[in-house]
């Protein structure tokens, strides 16, 4: 309870009010001789406890409009997932049409209209919404990247973010070693909590110099990272790996390049070529069982109102000024001709008054 | 007079009666269903110049004098605290001659924190190349603000100073219905010229923009032949930035948008309202607070000490 927290703390300052049924209370009421009344050692006892009650009433009701909650709070727990940078291709290229048809061929299966961009969106979001535990970076690159969120459970603020990068045009060129290398420094100063991936979405590869590799591959295994590809081809057939019906303008191409490079980082590495996309959920099911990790999550817990319990307790106090109020009330009214009892007519109710009197 | 003081008894039916309805009135304080509220809000897609002539010294915060980049993050922090939880954000960059969407519209409460860290990484840096064409990217902004559910209102912040400079009569015009995405232009800068400083692909200040380093006339006069014309009736200032009120006044009527200078959150919140495009959200209120003033009330009634105001007045008299 030693966290709470009030949304209108200037409420506090109305707490002196709670001394009023301290205060002197004068009612004006004569009697004719002190000694006629009985003494009543209950009453004596009974009067303080009562003031007490409805002091504490009072508290209690100011305490409850002054809003107390116990924040919003971060827990922990332990969750299978990883932590995932998804590092997203800008550049122009990603503008184009995705998987055309090779120029070559006559188009029996009618071209697709959406843009790689578009096509890159949506493997995010299935990505994203097929990994509740994950928590998630965002890195968009063009000829230089730019973190844009670092790691966070938020899946909304990491949708939005996605859902931001299929929008519009493309704005420059291609440097995926930069933004390789941008996604490891995202992880230096985090704590190791389970499975560190980066989840790169990109049309084309880019030719690395020797430098550029081993400065990649030692990052890479230092910081114990992994690397997804969502490889999103411009034509329709393009692989990563070599395959028999090759065109032989792809032998070449720097993505094939790229990927022969990440499969020698002996680190883990999944490519995915951009097909249809309920393959590529049951692929992502399938990483699942094979290399994530325990992972420490973070979890919000939302925000918790604890004006009832005040309320409750107030209830509790005020049921039981009521009944004794009453109580009281039933005491002075009883009907005429019956014979009243001295004793209740100066009950434990009244007798704060004729003491005072005196 | 001193008013009528009640007798005893009806002082013991009055204390039980009040007594009950406290009861109830805490009881329903517990327990009365939560009732919908309807609510105004604002769904807002912030859009921040990025260009180097941000980086002018020359706004307010307080009494400290900082960058206009900085102002225009105070400033959107400040906007976004202001907002009713439900209201959705969305953030974006401009340079060159687009504005960038960063972050499509979401709920500004339960994100803030994303979208404040989102919101101090618009920086130079993020620039991907060195223009300022400031009117398209207005008008990209406001196009690509209908493709997003909901449709936000645009608050565009910059300095107006268009580089390079814009042709008298052949500056780019807007395609749109003004007033058909509702917006405002928020001015930020100071009226004196400034040297505009230079920054590097990390965002270092390597320097100021000499005179000789940027165009002076538009694009169009540069590449005729009669170039030297042109040149000899054009100030050389385009190096030297300051806010542009007739430039961006001129944009507000072109697209339709308020323009404010420098104005503060609140002011921009109650603009922004005024406009039709606020959205009525449907938040779940608990009445609880006022039932249970109404029951501190009663009880505050019945233990006022009134004997002691009473002599009080009696002796004044």
């Known amino acids: 309870m030693s966290d709470i927290v009030w949304e209108l703390p200037a409420l506090l300052w109305a707490l002196p009010l709670a001394l009023l049924p301290f205060v002197y209370v004068d009612v004006r009421k004569s009697v004719v001789w002190l000694k006629l009344t009985p003494v009543d050692p209950l009453s004596r006892i009974l009067t303080p406890l009562l003031k007490l009650a409805a002091s504490l009433l009072i508290a209690l009701l100011v305490m409850a409009l002054a809003g107390p909650h116990i924040p919003e709070q971060l827990s922990q727990r332990s969750g299978e997932g990883a932590e995932i940078i998804i590092l997203v291709d800008r550049s122009r290229s990603m503008d184009d049409i995705f998987a055309a048809a090779p120029r070559n061929t006559l188009s029996r299966v009618p071209i697709g209209t959406q843009s790689k961009r578009q096509v890159s969106r949506d493997y995010l979001i299935e990505f994203i919404q097929r990994r509740p535990d994950d928590r998630f970076g965002y890195v968009f690159f063009s000829n230089h990247s730019t973190e844009l969120l670092s790691l966070t459970y938020h899946k909304d603020a990491v949708m939005a973010t996605v859902d931001a990068g299929a929008l519009g045009r493309g704005i420059s060129q291609t440097n995926i070693v930069e933004a390789l290398l941008k996604a490891a420094d995202m992880f230096e100063h985090e704590i190791y909590r389970g499975a560190r991936r980066v989840l790169l979405i990109s049309d084309g590869g880019q030719l690395l110099t020797e430098q550029e590799e081993s400065f990649i591959r030692q990052r890479y295994q230092a910081l114990q990272l992994g690397i997804i590809w969502i490889y999103l081809p411009a034509m329709r057939g393009m692989t990563l790996e070599p395959s028999d019906q090759d065109n032989f303008l792809w032998v070449d191409m720097p993505e094939r390049k790229l990927h022969e490079f990440f499969k020698t980082l002996s680190i883990p590495y999944q490519a995915f070529e951009a097909g249809s996309l309920s393959d590529f959920a049951d692929a992502i099911d399938a990483i699942d069982q094979q290399h994530y990790e325990t992972l420490m999550v973070d979890e919000v817990q939302p925000r918790k109102s604890l004006a009832d319990r005040f309320l409750l307790f107030a209830l509790m106090l005020a049921g039981l000024l009521a009944a004794i109020q009453a109580y009281s009330w039933w005491g002075a009214y009883l009907p005429r001709g019956h014979d009243v009892d001295v004793r209740k007519l100066s009950g434990i109710c009244y007798c704060e008054y004729l003491v005072f009197d005196s | ?317």
């Open chain 2, 1 to 317: 007079m001193a008013g009528r003081s009640i007798n005893y008894l009806q002082r013991i039916r009055l204390t039980a009666m009040a007594m009950c309805a406290a009861v109830v009135l805490i009881m329903a304080a517990l327990w009365f269903p939560h009732v919908d509220r309807d609510i105004k809000v604002v769904d807002t897609l912030f859009v921040i110049d990025i260009t180097d002539s941000m980086l002018v010294k020359d706004a307010r915060i307080g009494r400290e004098t900082v960058t206009r980049l900085d102002w225009s993050q105070e400033f959107v922090r400040q906007a976004m605290l202001q907002m009713p939880c439900g209201s959705k954000v969305a953030l974006a960059a401009f340079t060159d001659s687009r504005s960038l969407i960063l972050v499509n519209p979401i709920e500004v409460c339960a994100n803030y924190h994303d979208l404040i860290q989102v919101l101090y990484k618009i920086e130079p840096p993020m620039a991907w190349a060195k223009a300022s064409e400031v009117s398209k990217a207005l008008f990209t902004a406001i196009n690509q603000a209908k493709d997003m559910d909901p449709e936000p209102s645009i608050v565009f912040i910059t300095d107006g100073h268009e580089s390079p400079p814009l042709h008298e009569t052949l500056y780019p015009k807007f395609g749109g219905t003004p007033g058909e995405v509702s917006g405002v232009l928020i001015g930020v800068g100071g009226t004196d010229v400034q040297p505009i400083p230079k920054s590097n692909e990390d965002g270092e200040i390597i320097g100021y923009w000499d005179v000789n380093e940027v165009l002076h006339v538009d694009v169009y006069a540069a590449f005729r032949g009669d170039l030297a014309d042109a040149m000899a009736n054009v100030q050389r200032t385009e190096h030297l930035s300051s806010q542009k009120h007739d430039h961006m006044e001129r944009l507000g009527i072109m697209v339709g948008f308020d323009y404010l200078d420098m104005p503060t959150a609140n002011q921009l919140m109650r603009t922004l309202r005024a406009h039709d495009s606020a959205r009525t959200q449907r938040v779940d209120y608990d009445p609880y607070p006022i039932f249970a003033g109404l029951a501190l009330l009663l009880l505050l009634l019945l233990y006022l000490p009134y004997g002691l105001l009473l002599s009080l007045r009696k002796r004044k008299t």
